[in-house]
């Protein structure tokens, strides 16, 4: 639990610090060649590039979610008999009122 608690840390921090890092260093011409852009050509360049930096992060987080095993994680037993129990119930309401609508027909 402990482990996935500080994936999702790190990654919320990364979607945080990664677009903020990108515009301070547009902003301030710490990146080569870009004094020679416009000032609306330099905010949509920064601004584009700050949402694909969180558009990668989301990706690498469901990249790391996927590749989690799937065995690590057994569900709780008692939750299980809940969710069949609960499941079922509404199957049969489900099935009852297709014969209500069967006798009006």
Do not use: C, R
């Amino acid at each position: 639990m402990a482990g996935v608690i500080m994936k999702f840390f790190v990654t919320s921090m990364l979607m945080w610090m990664a677009p903020v890092a990108i515009l301070y260093a547009f902003n301030h011409d710490l990146i080569p060649g870009i004094t020679k852009l416009s000032p609306h050509s330099l905010t949509l360049l920064s601004g584009f590039v700050a949402v694909i930096s969180v558009n990668i992060v989301i990706a690498f987080y469901i990249y790391m979610a996927i590749k989690e095993p799937s065995d690590k994680h057994e569900p709780d037993p008692a939750f299980l008999a809940e969710a069949k129990a609960s499941v079922s119930q509404s199957a049969g309401k489900v099935g009852d009122s297709s014969q209500s609508l069967k006798k009006e027909e």
